[in-house]
C-alpha cells in the first residue's frame, strides 16, 4: 500500500485552503459592506411622508393598496404622476400589506434594497477590478476585496445616494438598480465562465433580470450600450475601434444584444408616453436647444462636482427663472466636457479604466440629462445612483493599485495603515454626512426650508411651505410665501393661483383678481382659473366679464360642472331664468347629486312659475341629503306657499333640529387673540 507523503498532501490542501479563506474574506467583506450601509441611512426609518410626491403616490392613492386583480391591472397599465413603474407599485402594495400607511415600513424596504445593492455593487467590483488588475497571490486577492469594499461604500455611504432612499416615492431607483446590478452580474459571469452551456443560461438570466428593471424604472434603458463598452473594456471581447465590429468574428457578439435593445427601445417608448400623458414633457417652442444642451453640459460637470465635494445638497435643484443668466456657465460646463471627452479618448489605449469610466458616466446621465426636459428640476441628486458608479469603482481600483505598489516588511505595514487610515476617514466624514443629510427628509417643513436655505430664490420651495402653512390655518405665513414664490418666479402659475384663491379667502378681491388673470396670461387654458376670476367678477357686480370667464372655462373643459353652476346662478341674478335653468340642467347632468345645484334649480323654477316641477327638486334634495338644514327650508317654503302649513311645518321643524344638533356638534369656542 502506497503512502501518502506529507509533500503531497500540502499540495493537494493548500488551493482548497486558500479557496474557503478568499471565500470568507469576501463574505466578512460584504457583511461589513452591508452593516455600515444600514449604519449611515439609520435615521431615514424616522422619517415621515413629505408632500413631495409622496402624498400623491401614497397617502392619498388608493389604487396600489393589495394585490388583487383589478389593482395589480392598475399598477401594470398606468401612467400615474407620469411614470411606468408597475414592479415598484407591486412592492408599494407589499408595503402596504405589511405595514398599512406606517411610513416606517416603506423607508425600510428603500434602504434593505440599497444596502443590497452595495453588496451587489462590491460583487461587481470586485470582478471588474480582478480583471483589470493584473497579479496573483493571497495578498492580491486581500486587496481586490479591499478595494472593491471601498469602492461600494464610497457609492453606497455618500450623501448623493440620498435622496434616492430616503424619499419614499423614490423606491423606483433602489428598485430598479437591484435588478440593473444583478443583470450586470450575470452578464459578466456569462462572458468569464469556463462552461458555455452556462454561459448562454446566464445570459437568459440577464435579459429577465434586465426587464424587471425597466418594470420598476425606465432609466434602466442604457444598459444595452453599458454592455457594450464592457466588452469593450475590461472584458476586452471588442476592439476599441467601433469600425471593427461588423467584422465576422465580432457579430455574434453584437447579436447577443438584440433582446436587450429591443427592451431598452420599448421601455423607452412607453416612458415618452408617460411623460406626455402627464404633460411633464417641455415641448421645444417653450424650452429651446440651446437651454437643453447647456443644462445637459452643466449636469455632466455637476455630479462629478458634487462627487468630489458633496456640500449644500438640495432635494430641488429648480430650473432657473432666467435661464439666459447661466449660459456663460454653461459654455464653460460645455467646454469642460468636451476637453475632457478629447483627452481622454486620446488617452484611452493608456488610461483605459479612466476613459471607460467617463464613457460609463456620460451614457448612463444622458437620458436624465435635460434633454428630453421633464420636470421642474435642472439636475437631481437621484440622477447619480447608477451613473456615479464608475468613480467609486475609479477610486476602489486606484486603492487596489495603490496596495500592490506596496513593498514589503515594516514599511508596507505603515503605508497600508496609512491607506487605511485615509480611506477609513474619508468614508466616516461621507457617512456622517449621508447621516446628516438623511435629516433633511423628516417631513415637510424640514425638507422645504433645507430647500430654501440651500437656494434662497427657489420657488417651488415657498410655494409648497405656503401650501403647508395655509393646511396648518397660518395664513398670514402662507400668504407671506406664496408672495415670495411669485416674486422668484412670476412664470410658476400654481404659485401665482394659490396666492389668488388665498386672497380671494382672505377678501381681497381686487388684488386676487389681478392674480388670477396672470395664471391665464401664463396658462390661458387653466378652467379652474377662469371660472375662480369668474365667481370675483361676479360678486363685484360685473355680470359680463363673469360670464365670459365660464364660457371660456366649459369650452376648456365641456365636463366642467361647476362653470355650468355659476353661469346658471348668474343667470338667474339677471333674471334671465330660462338660461338659468338650462345651465342648472348642465351641471346636474355631470353631477346629479350636488345639492346646490339642485337648491339653484329649485329656486329658479319656482320664479318662473313652475312651483310643481320645483318641489318635486326640493324632495329629490331632502332624499339626498335628509340632514341638510337648508334642503329643509327651501322645501318647507315650498309647501307653505301651495298651502300645505302641516308638511311645511314639520320641514320647518326638522331644519329647526338640524340647526342645534350642528351648533351642540361645533360649539363656539371664541375667536383667537
Not at 428640476?377 to 437621484?382: G, K, T
Not at 350636488?594 to 318635486?616: C, D, F, K, M, T
Request: aromatic residues 12%; hydrophobic residues 50%.
Amino acid at each position: 500500500m502506497k503512502s501518502i507523503s506529507p509533500s503531497g498532501s500540502q499540495k493537494s490542501s493548500k488551493p482548497t485552503e486558500n479557496a474557503s479563506a478568499g471565500v470568507t474574506s469576501i463574505a466578512i467583506a460584504a457583511a461589513v459592506v452591508a452593516l455600515l450601509t444600514t449604519l449611515a441611512f439609520l435615521p431615514a426609518l424616522r422619517n415621515q411622508f413629505v408632500n413631495w410626491d409622496d402624498y400623491e403616490t401614497l397617502v392619498n392613492n388608493s389604487s396600489y393598496r393589495g394585490l388583487s386583480w383589478p389593482r395589480l391591472r392598475w399598477m401594470f397599465t398606468t401612467f400615474y404622476l407620469g411614470h411606468f413603474q408597475p414592479l415598484s407599485w407591486v412592492s408599494f402594495a407589499i408595503d402596504y400589506l405589511v405595514w398599512g400607511t406606517n411610513p416606517l415600513g416603506y423607508h425600510l424596504t428603500n434602504l434593505i434594497l440599497h444596502a443590497a445593492n452595495a453588496v451587489l455593487f462590491f460583487l461587481l467590483a470586485r470582478l471588474f477590478l480582478s480583471m483589470a488588475i493584473k497579479g496573483s497571490g493571497n495578498a492580491r486577492q486581500l486587496g481586490l476585496t479591499v478595494g472593491a469594499g471601498v469602492a461600494a461604500l464610497l457609492f453606497s455611504v455618500h450623501p448623493l445616494r440620498v435622496e434616492s432612499v430616503a424619499w419614499a416615492t423614490e423606491r423606483r431607483d433602489v428598485l430598479s438598480g437591484f435588478f440593473y446590478l444583478v443583470a450586470l452580474y450575470h452578464y459578466v459571469i456569462a462572458q468569464t465562465g469556463a462552461k458555455a452551456r452556462w454561459s448562454g443560461r446566464r445570459l437568459a438570466v440577464s435579459v429577465l433580470l434586465y426587464t424587471l428593471s425597466l418594470f420598476s424604472k425606465a432609466t434602466a434603458m442604457t444598459l444595452p450600450a453599458v454592455l457594450l463598452l464592457l466588452d469593450v473594456y475590461p472584458l476586452r471581447r471588442l476592439p476599441g475601434k467601433v469600425s471593427q465590429w461588423v467584422k465576422p468574428e465580432y457579430r455574434s457578439i453584437l447579436w447577443e444584444k438584440l433582446p436587450f435593445v429591443a427592451l431598452a427601445v420599448v421601455f423607452a417608448w412607453i416612458a415618452i408616453l408617460a411623460q406626455q400623458d402627464t404633460g411633464a414633457l417641455r415641448p421645444m417652442q417653450q424650452y429651446f436647444i440651446s437651454y437643453r444642451l447647456g443644462q445637459a453640459f452643466y449636469a455632466f460637470c455637476f455630479y462629478v462636482w458634487k462627487s468630489v465635494a458633496p456640500f449644500k445638497l438640495s432635494p430641488l435643484y429648480e430650473l432657473p427663472y432666467d435661464f439666459d443668466a447661466w449660459m456663460p456657465l454653461f459654455v464653460l460646463c460645455a467646454a469642460a466636457v468636451l476637453t475632457i471627452t478629447v483627452v481622454l479618448y486620446w488617452r484611452r489605449e493608456r488610461w483605459p479604466a479612466v476613459f471607460a469610466a467617463w464613457a460609463y458616466y456620460v451614457i448612463v446621465l444622458a437620458p436624465v440629462a435635460g434633454i428630453a426636459q421633464s420636470g421642474p428640476q435642472m439636475v437631481a441628486d437621484r440622477y447619480s445612483y447608477l451613473s456615479c458608479l464608475s468613480w467609486a469603482l475609479l477610486l476602489g481600483g486606484g486603492f487596489v493599485c495603490f496596495w500592490n505598489s506596496l513593498g514589503s516588511g515594516r514599511a508596507r505595514q505603515g503605508l497600508a495603515f496609512g491607506g487605511f487610515a485615509a480611506s477609513s476617514l474619508l468614508l466616516m466624514t461621507l457617512g456622517a454626512m449621508t447621516w446628516q443629510q438623511n435629516k433633511v427628509w423628516r417631513d415637510t417643513h424640514t425638507l422645504w426650508q433645507h430647500v430654501i436655505a440651500a437656494a434662497p430664490n427657489s420657488s417651488i420651495a415657498y410655494y409648497n411651505l405656503g401650501r403647508l402653512y395655509e393646511d396648518e390655518g397660518q395664513l398670514d405665513i402662507s400668504q407671506q410665501h406664496y408672495q415670495r414664490a411669485v416674486q422668484n418666479n412670476p412664470a410658476n402659475p400654481d404659485a401665482q393661483y394659490n396666492l389668488a384663491r388665498l386672497l380671494a379667502r382672505r377678501g381681497m378681491e381686487a388684488e386676487a383678481i389681478d392674480r388670477y388673470r396672470q395664471v391665464i396670461d401664463i396658462r390661458p387654458y387653466d378652467a379652474d382659473a377662469r371660472n375662480n376670476l369668474g365667481l370675483l367678477l361676479a360678486r363685484r357686480g360685473e355680470a359680463e366679464a363673469a360670464l365670459e370667464e365660464f364660457r371660456k372655462a366649459i369650452k376648456i373643459n365641456p365636463n366642467y360642472a361647476k362653470a355650468f353652476f355659476n353661469m346658471g346662478k348668474v343667470l338667474a341674478a339677471q333674471g334671465d331664468l330660462e338660461k338659468a335653468i338650462f345651465n342648472y340642467h348642465q351641471a346636474l347632468k355631470l353631477n346629479p347629486s350636488e345639492i346646490e345645484v339642485l337648491l339653484g334649480l329649485a329656486n329658479a323654477l319656482a320664479r318662473q312659475g313652475q312651483s310643481e316641477e320645483a318641489l318635486l327638486v326640493l324632495q329629490k334634495v331632502v332624499v339626498l341629503q335628509p340632514h341638510s338644514p337648508d334642503g329643509h327650508t327651501a322645501l318647507a317654503r315650498a309647501l307653505a306657499l301651495q298651502g300645505r302649513t302641516a308638511e311645511a311645518e314639520k320641514h320647518y321643524q326638522e331644519a329647526l333640529q338640524l340647526l342645534k344638533s350642528q351648533a351642540t356638534a361645533s360649539p363656539d369656542r371664541g375667536t383667537r387673540p
